[in-house]
Structures are given as C-alpha cells and as structure tokens.
C-alpha cells in the first residue's frame, strides 16, 4: 500500500528519509556486519552513534555549555515525579500552571511530593485559553514553577516562554520540542518524550541546568536521580539503543532541512492553511484563543456531530488516518508534527472541503 | 560486509530472520501504509502488535492466569528499586543472594529501602560458584528472597530453582530468560531485560504474582507502580512501541525453532562445546565450578595475559566480534544468546584452536 499521511498525536510521522536509512542499514550497519539493534552500547560503533547524536541535539537547540543533556525512559509521565524528587531542594511547595490534560496529570503526580500552588488555570474555559500573565501567582519561596508549552489534547500552546523571576522554570516540552526555537537559557528543565517531534517512542530527553543536578534525596531510585544519570551519560542501565540511533537520524534530517528556524516557518505555515480552511468554515470550527492555537495538534468539530463517524471512515479510505480526537475530548484532531509534509496538510484541507460540499 | 559473529553480552545477536522481516516491514506494516514507529499506541494496528506479542510471551514460558505480564523501562536497574518499593508489605527486611556484580547492584539499591539480609554470597570464591543450599540463611519474616539467576560478568548460572520455604521468590532473569524451561509458579516476580534473549534493549518484562499487585504505598511514582502499570496494560506512559514489536518478532521466530524446550537443547550443546575446548586447553581456562557454568556467558582467561590484544584484534579480523571480557573483570567473554547460531561457536572455537596453535 501506498504510504498514508498519519495524523497521530503520537507517536507520529517519521520522515521518510528516516525510515529508508534505517531500512537500509537495518542488517549492517557501516559495513559493521551487524545492525545498530545488536550492538553492545559499550562499544565504538554504538559510542559513535550516541555522541553524534547528543551534538546534533545540543547543536539544533543551541544549548549551553552549563546543561546537561539526558536521554532517559518513561516518558513524561516519569518526569512528573523525578522532577519533585529531585529538585525540591529541601521546600515544600512547587508551582504549576493548569493548561489542559498534561499539566492536570504532571500536578497529580508532583502532589505526592510537595505541595502544589496552582498558579494559575484554565479550566474554567476547558482550556481552550491560557491565564494571562498579568494573573499568575507567583510563590518566590516555591521550589520551581512547572508549565506544559503545548497541550496535545486541547491543542493549546504557549506562544512565549513565561516570565518567572528567580523561580526555576520547568517546561514538559513533549508536543513542541523542535517545532519553533526557543532559549534554553530561560530553563531550568526542559524534558520531552521522542514520540511526536524526535523520533520513535521510548525515550525522554531531559535537559537540565547544572545546578538543579545533585539536589535528590538518597531514598530517590537510581534511574530517577538526575547525577546519577548525568555521571553514567544516561547508561546507568542499557539505554534503548535503537532508539537513540533513530532520534539521531531524525536530527540529522532536521538539519538538512535548515533546523529549527526553518522547520518553524514550515510549521507555521502548515497551521496556518489548517486553521484558516476551519475557520472560513459553516462545517468545522476549532474552540482555541486565537492567541494560543498549537501549531502541532489542531483539534476541530464538526457542527453536526452525528456525522463524525462518517467523516473519519471517509478520511481513512482517502489515506488521512488517524484524525480522531483524543477519547477524552472527542472530536477530530489533526497532529501535524515536524515530520508531517504540507502535502498532507493540504490534502486534509481538500479532503475536508469535499467533505463538507457533500454534506 | 558480510555479518559477522558478535558475541556481546547485550545488547547482542538477534536472529537474521527477524532483522529480515523488520527491515521488509520498515516502511509500510502489513500494508497499513505506515511503519509501526509511526502507529499510535493505542490504535487498532500496534493494539494487535502488542497482543500477539504478549501472548506468545505467556505460550512460550507457561505463564499461568494468577501472574500479570508487564513490559516496562528502565531495566533491571529500575527493578532494583521497583520491587522494594513495591512489595515489602509493611516488612522491614529482604533476603538477597549474591552471587556477583548484578546481585551486588540489587543489593545496593535496595539497601535505600529496607534492611538487606545476605542469605548467601559467593563473594570468597570471586563469585565462581553458588552457596549450597543448606548453607543460604533464610528468615521467614522477611518480604522476600532475590537471586539472580545468571550472572553475565563471572558467567555463574543457577542450573535450578532455589528452595525458599514461604518467602516470595524474585528473579532477575535478565540473561537466561527463554533459554531454558522454568516453572513460573515457583516464583513471585521474574523480571528480566529484552537486550539479551529476548531483542533489542529498551523494554523490561516484569512477570508479577497477583497477590504481589497492589502493595505499594502512594508515595512511588506511579510508572514505578506494579498496579498502576498492570491497570493499564503498560501504557501508563506511551510504550517503546517499535521495541515491543520486534520483541514480538523474537518470540515468534522462537516459536518456529520450537519453542523453549528446543532452544534449551541447542543451547546445551552450544555451552557444552565450547567448555570441552576450553578445559582441553592448555592456553585457555574458565574457572567457574563446574555445576554452575553459565551457558549463555562463558568467560575465559588466556594463560599469557599479554596475548590478550592480539587474541582480540585477531577474532575481530575473523568475524568473532565483542569477546573481551567485562571492563571489572577483564580476559574473553563468550556470550552466546538463543539467537548465536552453532556455526558462530564452531567458528570460535577453531579460531580458538587456531590461536593456539600459533602462539
């Protein structure tokens, strides 16, 4: 069958430059004689893969010399907990502001840990907005303030990095992460799970400021103390190799398509068709403020719902998959990622005018 | 270049078989148009994916109904910490076993949680033996007894399941998970790394006893916690799909070889072997007692240490890839997984034999 245009929240899209690489030196890699999925971790060849990818990431995000950069498991959802548990400092309270469903889970989590000052939320607008900042609570004496800078469910995103004063700033990063640039300086914590704009799923990358490394309790596990990973260079365990050599070939792509400020011109203009076709709409309409519309998942409804089934069946035959939205909200949801190609979003644009004239 | 023998201790061989169908599948997955790192998790493709994988999991080992099969990250190391915290059950102590380096690891990390009971220790042999049973100490008040079932760096294997009274009985499998027939109910939890028998690195198989779900306090984080991964079949954060999936792939070329009970064979002549030559050696020995050499890693010592280099440098040029011995210990290794064809320790020993004849 002919390649789809795939519209997952994640994991998503690789390009397919990426997945003929690897198709390719799937049983040798390099003359090797052997695949990269065999390699000892230890060795030359998989060290190689590894540092080339570690630069090219350092490189694309420009991240300062005084952060460490971690490649880890769990997803975000690990995070959730390995941030309180390491970067609590001897306070008991953090901030996080409540954009949506990640932020919902990351602040259940974090509560087992400290308590939790709510600086400021949404919910009473079902997230289709973000506080203004004019709004926000800010502790000082909190050990860190924690925010999600894309909600893949809601498909709202911070268009600015927040103003914190002298709060560490940390961002789940998970949905937007190589989508626009951004200064690194402005963080304590950016992590980020692969899955959406890096690569395959099954690794977080965790990049934190040198001094926020060291702080963790010694009851925190091994695996989740952030020293203890930055000693090993993220080998404290077997990393997934794989995995690591996939986000690799995808950062190399990312490169040879200009980096993030030219993906980001990419993106932008790929949300912006989307969003205009809904909006000049009577059929579709997307319920985000105008200001804080994600440029990765645009979630939209249509105004006779009934037809909801029709319309993903529909999309489906004509190669558009996976355009459902998340079980908890409903409605249709595109996730239009780094990887996936303006054509696809135009031929969702096609699709859904067709779509509409004929009903 | 033509693939080689790689005798890494993990990650190692897999069959080329699954490499075969891995890479004809890379791009478009049973004609579903995408490959499956691109499948959302929850979609009905990877959900089919990820089915017939765990089932071929609990066909392959007898896995009766009253144990739960998780597949997590963080590998054993996770582990180390995961089980006291998730299963001491008001308890204040734990049985350990240590009969090397990865029981030492266990021991350590699980010292941050409980009282450590040594009920034995091979440390005065230099771990080349196992503690005979009516030595082992067991206190019946403790939450449980952890073993190590192979050891990959001294290459000490247990050759059956130790009696332990009452107390749960937990495994790290790690290294010889699959290679031999095991009765499941005699243990609590088995948990073991995909990177050496199993397929490439970045997922843990965790087999739990019910009655060993649903102990641990609030405090753990929650991908830490057994029930909460059980409660939502592992995806409490989005699994390392692509891994799950060649995982699958390994247990059904396993299945095509005949199952456990076949590969046990052939890994017994492999093993068996490979120690004739070495015993009948005068350059080569293994110092492991003989009732518990390990027949998925076989370490060996050359008589002259100095020849040590050549000896690599030579098998490197031969095709026999990854036979030094673990940095802590130092000499060859010999890891020779389910998925080491017999050719490749024919190929070595007459290299070996080769070597000797020459030097």
Redesign the interface.
Known sequence: ????Y?F???????P?AV??K??QE???WQ?????V?????R?KYFMAIAEAMKNDLIELLSIPENYKVLFL??????Q???IP?NILNGKSSACYVNTGAWSTSAIK?AG??CEVKIAASSEDTAYTSIPKAEQWLLDQDAAYLHYTSNETIHGVEFNHVPEVGNLPLVCDMSSNILSRTVDINRFGIIYA?T?KNM????VTVVIVREDLIGLAP??V????NYAQQAKSDSM????????WY?LGLVLQWLKGEGGVAAIEQRNIQKAGKLYQAIDQSSLYSNPVALECRSRMNIPFVLADASLDKEFLSLAEKN?L??LAGHRSVGGMRASIYNAMPEAGVDALIAFMAEFERTH
Request: zero cysteines.
């Open positions: 069958m002919a390649r789809i795939n997952s929240a994640g994991p998503s899209m690789l397919e997945l003929l690897a198709q799937m049983l040798d003359d090797s004689g052997m695949s999925l065999e390699m000892s971790h060795g498991q769990g997803g975000a959802t690990a959730f907990a390995m548990q989590e087992k840990y799970g899955q690569g395959p799923a099954g010694k009851s596990p091994s695996v989740f404290l365990n077997t990393p997934a190799t794989y995995n996939l190669g998959s996976t």
